[in-house]
Every structure is written in structure tokens, then in C-alpha cells.
């Protein structure tokens, strides 16, 4: 009953592991941590360039999506753009050809603009929604058959503390990154009894391109490479809920159980928004 709710992933040597939105923040310092343990990495996001910085090449480097010249058989590249239908399904079979699947995906890419209802916007609510919530659920529908027959493997979907209730700013990102929440609890109850590990990661606020352009002050905020080391750490330990850094999301978490009229007014003094 109180042993870890996912079977750990200690050991990355050899592992097969596929990180989407590898360019940067995040997913960048999971990726280079990962090929420094000795996984092989796929890495995946639309800037190839960066992807080829991440993977230790210079970013002039003729690239294809998965056979570059100068890359150990440890590493490839596969660019791509989540909201593109089909990408994922297409990234997910060639890496399959080339290593016979993967052991581990990590869903990092996002899209994040700071909204008020007054500045909703049909475009950014579409392109927020198809990137965070619709490519999640298309690359687990891409991988999960495979996995499903070999009876192993391993989800880590990051969303965000945004996602734990209503925030100011967070009008369209934080619906996304709730919808998140809800989807890997599903998957957990799903695929648990069949031998595969899902975690859900919800960091609170990490200095990224994402919140570069934040208007406010944010707490407790950490560099990706912290990061990347709390979510291994997770994996490290089974864990199903990874939230960090503690000191700040703990309180979150906190108000999450607070009835509306006390959250509503506690956010209210806390942002003074």
C-alpha cells in the first residue's frame, strides 16, 4: 500500500527515451542529463538547430530526422511540430524502425501566453490547447500500442502547478495544463495494472522562454537544470505526482483544498489582481 505508485526508473543506461520540446528550458536539461546517464535520446522540437546544440553539434549541421552525420548511435534528432497532424504518429514509427521502440517519452513542449478574459484570443486558444493538451494525448495514442504489447514502459507528462486551480494570467495555459492533470490520472488507473509507469510533473515556476516575458513576480523560481533534476528524482523514487520546488508548491497545493470564497479572496491578496 505504501510502496511507489510507479515502478522507478533509476537506471537510464541503454534506455530508450524519447523528449519532446528538447530545444530548450526543460526539456533541453532533461535531455542532456539523460545522454549524460547513458540513455539513447531522441530529441524532438521544431528548432532543429537547437536540438542539434542540446546533442552537443554545431547548429549548421545538415540535418534530417534521423540521420545526421557526426551523431553517435546514442543520440538522434527528429524535428518536428506537435500541432502538425500526423508528426508525432510519423516521429514515433521512424524511431521505432531505428531502435525497435522506446522505454520512455516525456511530454515537456508547451505553449504559454499570460491571458486575461479581456484578451482571449480564438488562434491562441486553439494553438494552446493542440500544443499541451491534443499533441500529449496523439503521442501517447502513438506509443502506447507498443508498450501496451511489451507490458512496459514509461509516460512522464510535464503540466504545471497553473494547473491545480484558477490562476490570474493563466486563463487558457492553466485550463490546458488542468486538462493534463485529469488525463494522466486517467492514464495512471488505465495502464497501472498492465506494468506502465505514468507521471505527472507539475513544476511551479522555472526560468525558461516560457516565463521570460512574465510581468510579475515569481516565486521560488529555479533554473531548468533544477529541474530536470527533481523530475529524475521523481523517477527516481516511483513517484506519480512530481511537484517542486516544495517550498512553493506545497502552499499551492494548500489553497487547492480551500473553498472557493476563501481561495478566490486568498489569490486576490497574494497576486493583487
Not at 526560468?207 to 531548468?224: C, K, Q
Request: hydrophobic share 50%; charged share 20%; aromatic share 8%.
Amino acid at each position: 500500500m505504501f510502496g511507489p505508485l510507479n515502478p522507478p526508473l533509476a537506471d537510464w543506461a541503454g534506455k530508450r527515451v524519447w523528449v519532446i520540446g528538447a530545444s530548450t528550458g526543460i526539456g533541453a536539461a532533461l535531455a542532456r542529463r539523460l545522454i549524460r546517464a547513458g540513455a539513447r535520446v531522441a530529441l524532438s522540437a521544431r528548432d532543429a538547430g537547437r536540438l542539434a546544440e542540446v546533442a552537443g553539434l554545431s547548429p549548421q549541421v545538415c540535418l534530417c530526422p534521423l540521420d545526421v552525420a557526426g551523431l553517435s548511435p546514442q543520440v538522434c534528432l527528429c524535428p518536428l511540430d506537435v500541432a502538425e497532424p500526423g508528426a508525432l504518429q510519423r516521429v514515433a514509427t521512424d524511431i521505432a524502425a531505428r531502435w525497435g521502440g522506446v522505454d520512455a517519452v516525456f511530454f515537456v513542449a508547451a505553449r504559454y501566453r499570460a491571458v486575461r478574459a479581456w484578451e482571449l484570443e480564438t488562434d491562441d486558444i486553439d494553438a494552446t490547447l493542440r500544443t499541451n493538451v491534443a499533441a500529449v494525448m496523439q503521442g501517447c495514442a502513438a506509443v502506447l500500442p507498443a508498450m501496451l504489447e511489451r507490458g512496459s514502459g514509461a509516460l512522464v507528462i510535464v503540466s504545471s502547478v497553473a494547473g491545480y486551480r484558477g490562476l490570474p494570467k493563466a486563463l487558457v495555459y492553466g485550463a490546458s495544463k488542468a486538462a493534463l492533470i485529469n488525463f494522466a490520472e486517467a492514464l495512471y488507473l488505465d495502464l497501472h495494472p498492465r506494468g506502465l509507469g505514468v507521471h505527472l510533473v507539475c513544476p511551479g515556476f522555472v526560468e525558461t522562454p516560457l516565463t521570460a516575458n512574465n510581468d510579475f513576480h515569481m516565486p521560488a523560481l529555479i533554473s531548468p537544470d533544477a529541474a530536470a533534476g527533481h523530475i529524475l528524482s521523481g523517477l527516481r523514487r516511483g513517484d506519480f505526482h512530481i511537484h517542486f520546488p516544495k517550498r512553493f508548491t506545497r502552499w499551492l497545493l494548500l489553497l487547492r483544498l480551500l473553498p472557493g470564497r476563501l481561495y478566490f479572496a486568498a489569490v486576490r491578496k497574494v497576486t493583487g489582481l
